[in-house]
């Protein structure tokens, strides 16, 4: 009985130390995003949306060279120092990281010097020169992101989740410090994309060196890396071609989507603005559930590969079960905000109406995208990188397809609809992969639940706004839609179980109660 009892107390303070390591990291998260979106609206402000397109397609050709560089050694790493965790090894955790490191360099400084031998030709890639400015702005911090990025990832893997959050989030703060003396305090004659491309490259120089400092703070070393080079490479390959071709198909979105444009008779200058639109303006705001959820994997993902390698098969499928419960209620709860008053958030964030009627009409796919995070991160844990692999070249077709066929008709809503159905895919089967890892997950319920609270809420958001429009000018009613929104999901919540605000409140009051009494 004692015994029960002794492991029911273990498991709950497990429990809490986990939920508070995912709120702290989240907190982080939550900051970078912050700050990220706002220096975003600064760019589209200074920018424009002609201005902004050149600038996302210039970082979107980067990121593939980034992508190729250093993408799948993080979680990788990640993933082999907690299987010699597991093991009890330190020698064979830092050798791993010097693999790691000297991977990323043997790619990172060849691919960076052989750019800049064949600049003119590769300058062509380019539908408008001023993306190729940028892209050769961007290019020094290829070899010191990379490696970053790698050590980074021990962060991961060792759980030091303050500092791989610290760092990110000094990361952004430094770009978008650099960014906002640049592009409004310091007078040049270079133009306001050139200035944001050169404070992205500073703040890759910055946290290069805070990473590599702390790394060494901390007692890291750089052993000898035989034995840990070629099973690393094997298990990063998968990874890396998968957000290779992430990142490819990117830069062929960049490419295709103003070609097709211009083939239906739009002209250049239109197309690059309806490509800002969507990835400027639209993206950054669909991706807020990112933050939270990409916390959640943070914090999960070594806790989820120790388990996996040490064949604790309950464990495994109960943190599964949690992760895409959490996953499902944060993207539920902000879908009924998103449709309800994503206009408004178009107009006043950005001045674009276009903007907003898209982040309202996408408002469902936060859903799919969500959970396409959430199962790969967690699939990549349990080493099904190639499947995973598979799986977005499925819903990437679908992408593919949707620009060629729908950009001349649809313009920017051609992206949006790709995105959606890129998402339903890679979602479906990610789950259908991940039950058969884990075993029934058991979630129809639970998804029936969310939806009968979601889609109430939303409904009546839209009906709130309708009506304060009426009688109310833009602002107002936009507070009032949201008043309204977070009213209904209150009551809807808390009815069908999903959120318990009595706990809540109990536990914040509770606190509140113990420090009066010790205070007195």
Known sequence: MRENIKRCNGGIKYNMNLYRTAA?????????????????????????????????????????????????????????????????????????????????????????????????????????????????????????????????????????????????????????????ILLVFVQTSLSYASRAAFAVLLSYLLSFALALGYYIYKGGKFRSPKGELKPLLSAAMPVTAMRTTSSLMGSLISVLFPLMMQAAGHSAAAAMSEYGVVYGMVIPVMAIPCAFIGSIALVLVPELSE???????????????????????????????????????????????????????????????????????????????????????????????????????????????????????????????????????????YCARLFAAALPAAGIGLLVRALSLRVLSALPAFFVTLLAVGGAELILFSLLRLIDVRAAFARFFGKKRKKISAES
């Open 24 to 180: 702290a990291v989240t907190v982080f998260s939550a900051a970078e995003h912050c700050l990220g979106f706002l220096y975003r609206i600064l760019l589209s402000r200074t920018l424009g949306p002609e201005g902004l397109g050149v600038y996302q397609v210039a970082l979107t050709v980067f990121s593939v060279f980034l992508t190729i560089a250093a993408s799948g050694l993080p979680v990788t790493l990640s993933r082999t120092i907690s299987k010699h965790r597991a093991g009890g090894s330190l020698r064979r955790e830092q050798a791993a990281t010097s693999a790691a490191v000297l991977l990323s360099l043997a790619v990172s400084v060849p691919s960076a010097l052989l750019l800049f031998l064949l600049k003119k030709p590769f300058s062509a890639v380019f539908s408008d020169p001023r993306c190729a400015d940028l892209f050769y702005i961007l290019l020094p911090g290829l070899v010191f992101t990379s490696v970053y990025s790698v050590i980074r990832g021990s962060f991961w893997g060792n759980k030091r989740f303050l500092a791989y959050s610290l760092v990110e989030l000094i990361e952004e703060m430094s770009r978008i410090l650099v960014g906002v």
């Open 307 to 445: 388990h996996f390698y040490r064949g604790k098969r309950e464990e495994v499928s109960a943190l599964t079960k949690r992760a895409l419960s959490v996953t499902l209620l944060i993207a539920g709860m902000l879908l009924p905000f998103y449709c309800a008053c994503g206009r408004e958030v178009g107009i006043f964030l950005y001045s674009n109406a276009e903007s907003g009627a898209m982040i309202s009409a996408g408002a469902p796919v936060l859903l799919p995208v969500s959970l396409t995070l959430i199962c790969t991160s967690l699939l990549n844990s349990m080493g099904c990188e190639k499947h995973t692999l598979g799986i977005f070249l499925a819903g990437s077709a679908a992408m593919v397809l949707c620009t060629v066929l729908l950009a001349g008709p649809l313009g920017g809503g051609a992206l949006l609809v790709g995105m959606t159905c890129d998402a339903c895919i890679t979602a479906a089967l990610s789950l259908l992969l991940l039950r058969k890892k884990t075993g029934k997950l058991h979630m129809g319920a």
